[in-house]
C-alpha cells in the first residue's frame, strides 16, 4: 500500500510563546526593587519607558546590528584617505536612543540622589538589548570626571558630551549638536602595562596642561573609532601623560589619525574596536604632566563600574530567555519550571543574577554620594572587587541559560549565543582577572581607611552565623600576608561573595539571602543547580521569571 505524499510533514506544538515586545523593566522584579532600595524610585517611570523601549524596538535592532557588522572604509572611491568605519542604520537607532534617555549624561546633569543607580538601571535595560553600543556610551559618561581635571579642555567639550542630541556625523566639534568620547591606551608591546607604552607627545609650542601636542605612535586597541575624540596615552619628558585627541583639528582638517584595521572579535560585533596610528596627531595634555596614569583612572574607574553593569545585564536576560522557555516548554507531559532538577538550576541563576545586580546598584550608590569619604573608599576597592567577580561569573551563568533552552539556545535565532560571546569582553576590558584582584590588593595596602570600610560595610554577619564565620575568615586571610599575591583570586572571591550575601541579607527576602547563604557559604555544589536541600526553588523561580509580573 503506497502512502501519498503530503505538503505537511507534522504538527508544529510545545512551543514557546514568543517574549518579542516584552517591558524589560515590569519583568524584572528585583530590578525595580533594587533600584527603590538604592535611592532611585523616583526614576521608575523612566526606567518603565526605558524597559518597553529595550524588550521591544531595540531588541529588534540589537540583532539588526549584529547581522550587519561596521565596515571600515580607508578610502573614498577618488582615492582619498577618509578613515570612516560605516555602521547599519540599527546601530544608530541604539545610540540615538540611549543618548536622548540621558544615559551617557544624566548623573552629570542631573545630580541627585540616586541618578548614579537610575542610570545604572537605564544601561542595564540597554545592555540587555544589545551590549556592543554601550562601549562608546561608557565611555563617553567615564569621560567627564577626566575632562573636569582641564578646565580649558573641559569648556570646549563638555556641553557636547552632555547633549542629549546623537550626532554621528564626522565633523569639527564646533559643527556638531552631540559628541561621543572613545579611549585608546594599550600598545602591542606592553598591553596591560602601559607604562611600557612608545607613542611620543611633541609640545606645538607652550608645553603643559591644556596645551597643545602632536603624537606620534600607535594603539593596539582603540574602542569605538568612530567616536569625535579619544583619551590617549603617551610620553613626554616627565613620563606617561594624558591626552584628549579630537577627530579634527582646531582649523577644521581632520587630524593626523588613521586607522589600521578593524579588530575581528569574539563578539561585540555591533561595536567597532580597532588598531590605530598618530602620524603627528594633534592633541590637548589633561591632567598633570607625567601623571596620565592617575588621570585616565578617573574615566578606567567608571568603565570598569559599566562593566558589571554590562554582565550583570547580560546574566539577567539569559536568566529571563531560560525562565520564559521553562515556563512554556513541556517534557514528559510536564512543564520543565515545574520540575525539581531544573527548579534548582533556575533558582541557582536567579540567586547568581540577583546578586550581581544588587552589588551593582550599591556600587552606584556609593557614587551617588561623593563627598561621603567611606563611601568612596568603598567604592574604590569594589570598582575592582564587582568588576573581577561579577564578570568572571558571567561566562558560565549565561552558558548553563542555554542548556535550559537545549539545542535551541546554541543557535542564533536566539539572543543567547550573542548574550555567551559577549560575556568575555567585560571580564578582558579595563583590566582582566589578575589586574583587578592586584588592583584589590594595592587599595587595601597603600590606600588608607580602605580596610577599615570594607569590614564596616561587611558588618558582624547581620545576625546569620554562616555570614558571620565568612567575614571571620576573610579577616584573617587579610592578616596572613604570606604569598597573598598568590591568593588574591581567592581573597577577592570571599570578599566579593560576602558582600553580596549581606546586602541580600540586608534587603530583607529571606528566601533570596537564605538560598544565597545556603549555597555559597554552606553546601552548594561547583556548577549552578547544585542547591541544597532546603531552599525554596520555587519562589525563587517565580520571583525572577518573566511570567511573575
Not at 525595580?32 to 529595550?54: P, S
Not at 532538577?341 to 544588587?358: P, R
Request: proline fraction near 5%; aromatic fraction near 8%; charged fraction near 20%.
Amino acid at each position: 500500500m503506497s502512502v501519498e505524499l503530503q505538503a505537511e510533514t507534522h504538527e508544529v506544538f510545545n512551543q514557546v510563546l514568543p517574549l518579542d515586545g516584552a517591558n524589560l523593566y515590569r519583568v524584572d522584579l528585583p530590578l525595580q526593587e533594587w533600584t527603590r532600595r538604592f535611592g532611585a524610585g523616583w526614576a521608575h517611570d523612566r526606567l518603565d519607558a526605558y524597559g518597553a523601549l529595550a524588550g521591544g524596538e531595540l531588541m529588534a535592532a540589537g540583532f539588526l546590528a549584529n547581522e550587519n557588522k561596521p565596515v571600515f572604509k580607508s578610502h573614498d572611491r577618488y582615492g582619498h584617505r577618509i578613515d570612516l568605519v560605516e555602521f547599519h542604520p540599527s546601530y544608530h537607532q541604539l545610540m540615538s536612543a540611549a543618548i536622548e534617555h540621558g544615559l551617557p549624561s544624566a548623573p552629570w546633569t542631573e545630580p541627585r540622589d540616586g541618578a548614579q543607580v537610575a542610570r545604572a538601571g537605564l544601561s542595564y535595560l540597554h545592555s540587555q538589548a544589545e551590549a556592543g553600543s554601550g562601549c562608546p556610551l561608557t565611555m563617553t559618561y567615564a569621560s567627564v570626571p577626566a575632562l573636569q581635571l582641564q578646565p580649558d579642555v573641559a569648556r570646549i567639550w563638555l556641553s557636547k558630551i552632555l547633549s542629549t542630541q546623537y550626532d554621528p556625523r564626522n565633523l569639527p566639534i564646533e559643527q556638531k549638536t552631540g559628541a561621543t568620547i572613545g579611549m585608546a591606551m594599550t600598545e602591542k608591546q606592553g598591553g596591560t602595562d602601559v607604562r611600557a607604552n612608545t607613542t611620543r607627545a611633541y609640545p606645538v609650542g607652550t608645553p603643559g596642561p591644556g596645551q597643545a601636542y602632536e603624537l606620534v605612535g600607535h594603539k593596539w586597541f582603540c574602542s569605538a573609532p568612530m567616536c569625535d575624540a579619544f583619551l590617549t596615552l603617551a610620553q613626554t619628558d616627565k613620563g606617561l601623560t594624558c591626552f584628549l585627541l579630537p577627530r579634527h583639528r582646531p582649523d577644521g582638517t581632520r587630524n593626523e589619525f588613521y586607522i589600521q584595521r578593524l579588530k575581528n572579535k569574539l563578539g561585540n560585533w555591533s561595536n567597532a574596536s580597532s588598531e590605530v596610528e598618530y602620524r603627528g596627531a594633534f592633541a590637548w595634555m589633561v591632567g598633570e604632566e607625567g601623571r596620565g596614569v592617575p588621570t585616565i583612572i578617573e574615566m578606567v574607574s567608571l568603565t570598569r563600574f559599566d562593566c558589571m553593569i554590562g554582565s550583570s545585564a547580560l546574566m539577567r536576560q539569559a536568566l529571563t530567555q531560560a525562565a520564559h522557555h521553562c515556563a512554556h516548554r513541556k517534557v514528559g507531559g510536564k512543564l520543565l519550571a515545574d520540575q525539581p532538577l531544573m527548579q534548582n538550576v533556575l533558582a541557582d541563576l536567579a540567586l547568581e543574577s540577583e546578586a550581581a545586580l544588587a552589588l551593582t546598584l550599591r556600587m552606584g550608590k556609593a557614587l551617588d554620594n561623593p563627598n561621603d569619604a567611606q563611601e568612596q573608599k568603598f567604592a574604590r576597592l569594589v570598582t575592582a572587587i564587582g568588576k573581577y567577580w561579577i564578570c568572571k561569573r558571567a561566562p558560565a551563568m549565561i552558558n548553563e541559560a542555554q542548556e535550559c533552552l537545549g539545542g535551541a539556545g546554541y543557535v542564533e535565532d536566539t539572543i543567547l549565543p550573542r548574550l555567551y560571546r559577549e560575556a568575555p569582553v567585560n571580564s578582558i576590558w579595563e583590566g582582566s582577572g589578575n589586574v583587578q584582584c592586584l588592583d584589590v590588593l594595592r587599595a587595601l595596602s597603600k590606600e588608607q581607611g580602605v580596610l577599615d570600610a570594607l569590614f564596616h560595610e561587611l558588618g558582624d554577619g547581620h545576625g546569620d552565623a554562616r555570614l558571620k564565620a565568612h567575614i571571620a575568615k576573610v579577616h584573617s586571610a587579610f592578616k596572613d600576608t604570606d604569598h597573598i599575591q598568590y591568593r588574591a583570586r581567592q581573597l577577592t572571591e570571599d570578599v566579593a561573595v560576602g558582600l553580596q550575601a549581606k546586602l541580600l541579607l540586608e534587603a530583607g527576602n529571606a528566601t533570596v539571602s537564605d538560598g544565597f547563604i545556603a549555597s555559597r557559604l554552606g553546601d552548594g555544589g561547583r556548577v549552578y543547580g547544585t542547591l541544597p536541600r532546603g531552599v525554596d526553588a520555587e519562589a525563587l523561580v517565580a520571583r525572577s521569571s518573566p511570567h511573575f509580573a
